[in-house]
């Protein structure tokens, strides 16, 4: 079925459903055009959300993402961030593939219907302008045909009238007969306007009209198609990125189930342990012998008495919740020792010293690698000068030099403080480079390592005391061994492929990555040797 042949006598009535589709896809475009500025919004909010309670860079709740229900909020306010990349990547396909689409599509159907209905309005005028031919032809017919017959008649009249002429008699059949042949003539362009009409009239009902209403049906059939399209695209756009929303919902539960309280209150007491010890008991002062307490005071011999052995106690007793008295006077303020950390508590001391010596070793590390590389450029310019000049190297080499020497005496003085706080060095010790008088490195000279050296051997040469006297660290991920590695260098631990390992001290850019068996054996392994995946 089809409009030119069921619906061809309704004009008015396609013209309307036509353009009550058009309005359709406008309605629908604005419909999703709103609807994408919704999902902006909704997004430009949720950043703002978790601008707001992001932690500021260096401020007291980024120090506090150690703790992990503390970074478990911060990975929520990350994965709410990445969900608001997905509403605001929503609204952006939505505009793309539906309001832009559907609105140019929208001004070609504007303008294909334009055309058909200035086709169907060109074949009405035409049309009606044959028939307005056609009736004046008649008109025409019927005004001469009746002349005609009153010349007839009179002509007649006057053939019959004894006192006419001849020459009126003649002149009178003379005019009914002009007046008849005028109206044949009519007649004859009558009955050929008629003859066109007809024609036309059936090119117009049976051809052209149905025609153009099967184009205007073929046009709204297919702005019906494209708008079911749309339909479907509006679910889709969401459907597309429901995945990785799904992704971000799951790094939210992950981050719940990742909160551990129990490591929680190790981390804080890590962080916070003093390394004091309680206060002892306090003396019992005996009043009654203020005779005694008097002589034994002003004695220079004897041994000072408990009051004045309960000072510290005191203090450090008030000291528990670090509350200062308004009617008390200031302290006078001393000058830090912020460089030996002697401001610190013992055991934060400690760990703030250890830190100091890995960043030291690590620098150090660096000197040494390029003190060698340096002494290797130079043999090479040396061996061909076309290469360059070896001179040109040597401020190099003793900067180099310079900056190794003051990081060992930096080193050796943190080491010596950290064995006056009690604590022993876990740092890499370094064997010293010695250089040639050309600058070049000994490869015999201690710490150069030749090429078929075991490389564990060139990094980790010495270590203290084997682990299981130190506390043991709680694990931060696991490994999964890809090749065998022998271990068989000091600190090194053996593992074999497929091999799965506890993490308990990531890579700190030296390719090496501290591990532990299930048996408590740790040891470094390299890095590349094994898949590490860390908890977040």
């Not at 709740?61 to 478990?72: D, K, L, M, Y």
């Not at 971000?248 to 390394?275: F, M, P, W, Y």
């Not at 010790?429 to 150069?448: E, F, I, Q």
Request: some cysteine; hydrophobic content about 30%.
């Amino acid at each position: 079925m089809d409009w030119g042949t069921e619906l061809w006598d309704q004009y008015d009535i396609l013209d309307k459903h036509t353009q009550s589709g058009l309005d359709l896809v406008d309605k629908y475009v604005k419909f999703v055009k709103e609807r994408t500025e919704i999902e902006q919004n909704y997004a430009k909010q949720l950043r703002n959300l978790t601008k707001k309670y992001s932690p500021k860079r260096g401020s007291k709740e980024e120090q506090e993402c150690r703790f992990s229900n503390h970074q478990a909020f911060l990975d929520i306010l990350n994965e709410m961030n990445d969900y608001a990349g997905q509403r605001e990547l929503i609204a952006e396909n939505m505009m793309i593939n539906i309001c832009i689409e559907l609105t140019k599509y929208l001004q070609d159907l504007k303008q294909e219907r334009k055309m058909h209905l200035s086709d169907a309005k060109k074949a009405q005028q035409s049309l009606e302008g044959t028939y307005k031919q056609l009736d004046n032809s008649k008109k025409r017919f019927e005004r001469e045909w009746r002349e005609a017959e009153k010349a007839t008649q009179n002509a007649e009249k006057t053939d019959q009238d004894l006192n006419a002429t001849k020459a009126d008699v003649e002149k009178a059949k003379q005019q009914a007969h002009m007046r008849t042949h005028i109206a044949e003539e009519c007649k004859n362009d009558y009955a050929a306007q008629l003859q066109k009409y007809n024609k036309e009239q059936n090119q117009f009902y049976f051809t052209d009209m149905p025609l153009i209403f099967n184009n205007l049906q073929d046009m709204d059939e297919r702005r019906i198609k494209k708008m079911a399209q749309g339909y479907i695209q509006f679910a889709d756009t969401e459907r597309q990125v429901m995945p990785i929303i799904g992704k971000c919902l799951e790094g939210i539960s992950r981050a719940g189930t990742n909160v551990n309280e129990r490591n929680d209150s190790v981390v804080l007491i890590e962080q916070h342990k003093s390394g004091f010890e309680r206060p002892g008991d306090l003396e019992f002062e005996d009043y009654s012998q203020g005779i005694n307490r008097a002589s034994s005071e002003s004695s220079l011999s004897t041994p000072k008495g408990p009051l004045e052995l309960l000072g510290k106690n005191r203090n450090k007793t008030f000291r528990l919740f670090n509350k200062k008295s308004k009617f008390a006077p200031e302290k006078l303020k001393m000058p830090v020792d912020t460089e030996g950390f002697t401001h610190l508590p013992p055991e934060q001391r400690r760990k703030r010293l250890q830190q100091k010596i890995d960043d030291i070793s690590k620098e150090l590390q660096k000197e040494m690698d390029q003190s060698e590389a340096l002494g290797k450029m130079k043999d090479v310019y040396e061996k061909n000068p076309q290469m360059g000049d070896p001179a040109s190297l040597a401020p190099q080499i003793t900067q180099t030099a310079q900056n190794m020497e003051r990081l060992r005496g930096d080193l050796n003085k943190y080491e010596s403080w950290l064995a006056e706080a009690g604590g022993r060095g876990d740092s890499i010790r370094y064997s010293t480079h010695s250089l040639n008088n050309n600058g070049a490195h000994n490869p015999s000279s201690p710490g150069v390592f030749s090429d078929d050296t075991d490389p564990s051997h060139a990094i980790y040469t010495e270590f203290d005391d084997d682990f299981e006297e130190e506390e043991l660290a709680a694990p931060i991920g696991q490994c999964t061994a890809l090749y065998n590695f022998p271990g068989s260098s000091e600190g090194t631990i053996s593992m074999q492929e497929g091999e799965v390992l506890s993490v308990v001290e990531e890579d700190k850019g030296d390719g090496w990555t501290r591990v532990r068996r299930n048996n408590g054996d740790e040891g470094y392994i390299p890095t590349t040797y094994a898949t590490i995946t860390l908890n977040k």
